[in-house]
T-cell receptor
Framework: NAGVTQTPKFQVLKTGQSMTLQCAQDMNHEYMSWYRQDPGMGLRLIHYSVGAGITDQGEVPNGYNVSRSTTEDFPLRLLSAAPSQTSVYFC?????????????FGSGTRLTVV | GIQVEQSPPDLILQEGANSTLRCNFSDSVNNLQWFHQNPWGQLINLFYIPSGTKQNGRLSATTVATERYSLLYISSSQTTDSGVYFCASTLTGGGNKLTFGTGTQLKVEL
């Protein structure tokens, strides 16, 4: 099925551990982005990419790294997990940078840092 | 960045009722979109509506870009409409960063 696939769906980390959240899309979308969703705060942009090899920071980039080696994949790396990074993470893609045609979201990764 | 305010923050409806959700922006925006997050957390794009009016079944949306607001209308609500509705947009000239409002939590009861 075409769409955005995120793995894992759930993850528990200890403070200081590192991990990578995976995101893949098969729609040949140029634009991909990562959001975190916290209660009462909506979705906040972490990092985004307008194409392979190009990434940029969003609203809350600290503690996260991204890379975009292919059009299909956009992994999010937590370098040293902290309890403040407990959140639900969503990956999204769209055909054009401005979202023309709409965004497609993955099903999310629920991360708990203890 | 832009500020996105949504109202009301919470809404409870009886099945069959109509409602209007509002989204206000602090600055000139484009690429305005509406999303529905269902109770299982899945985000679905409802409308891409930088200006004008669009309709899709029982849902319709209107954006008045010059006055910096957008409205989402839900008619004949059903229990499956429950969830959180978000509006989001990019800042005019600021291309790539889609900023979300804090959402309207809707519950439709029988």
């Amino acid at each position: 099925n075409a769409g955005v696939t995120q793995t894992p769906k759930f993850q528990v980390l200890k403070t200081g551990q590192s991990m990578t959240l995976q995101c893949a899309q098969d729609m040949n979308h140029e634009y991909m982005s990562w959001y975190r969703q916290d209660p009462g705060m909506g979705l906040r942009l972490i990092h985004y990419s307008v194409g392979a090899g190009i990434t940029d920071q969003g609203e809350v980039p600290n503690g996260y790294n991204v890379s975009r080696s292919t059009t299909e994949d956009f992994p999010l790396r937590l370098l040293s997990a902290a309890p403040s990074q407990t959140s639900v993470y969503f990956c999204a893609s769209s055909y054009e940078v401005g979202g023309l045609g709409g965004y497609t979201f993955g099903s999310g990764t629920r991360l708990t840092v203890v | 960045g832009i500020q996105v305010e949504q109202s009301p923050p919470d809404l409870i409806l009886q099945e069959g009722a109509n409602s209007t959700l509002r989204c206000n922006f602090s600055d000139s925006v484009n690429n305005l979109q509406w999303f529905h997050q269902n109770p299982w957390g899945q985000l679905i794009n409802l409308f891409y509506i930088p200006s004008g009016t669009k309709q899709n079944g029982r849902l319709s949306a209107t954006t008045v870009a010059t006055e910096r607001y957008s409205l989402l209308y839900i008619s004949s609500s059903q229990t499956t409409d429950s969830g959180v509705y978000f509006c989001a947009s990019t800042l005019t000239g600021g291309g790539n960063k889609l900023t979300f409002g804090t959402g309207t939590q809707l519950k439709v009861e029988l």
